[in-house]
Nanobody, 119 residues
């Protein structure tokens, strides 16, 4: 059985930093592209960042470029999202997503972790 579990969310002041973590079990982790998505109240879910299976290629939404960094540790089945310079508009539930490089239907999601940016 596949499990994707996020952690690290919380309340942070504008300008602050937070690091989200995600552990995936039940899959061959280094054969899965990893992504972070977020969904703010009343808005559609959006892709925030993605990372290739080896970690050498990353991509970011324009809204977070230069502020967020995605990374992974294949030895630990972990992916991270370092978030700096947080803004109120970053407030959302953040979801970790694992997608197989061989079969896109093998697409697994965590339950999400809440990030609230407020003074």
């Amino acid at each position: 059985q596949v499990h994707v579990v996020e952690s690290g969310g919380g309340l942070v002041q504008p300008g602050g930093s937070l690091t989200l973590s995600c552990v995936t079990s039940g899959v061959t982790f280094n054969l899965y592209r990893m992504k972070w998505h977020r969904q703010a109240p009343g808005k559609e879910r959006e892709l925030v960042a993605g990372i290739s299976i080896g970690g050498g290629t990353t991509s970011y939404a324009d809204s977070v470029k230069g502020r967020f960094t995605i990374s992974r540790d294949n030895a630990k089945n972990m992916v991270y999202l370092q978030m700096n310079g947080l803004k109120s508009e970053d407030t959302a539930v953040y979801y970790c997503n694992a997608v197989s490089v061989y079969q896109s239907s093998r697409d697994y999601w965590g339950q999400g972790t809440q990030v609230t940016v407020s003074s």
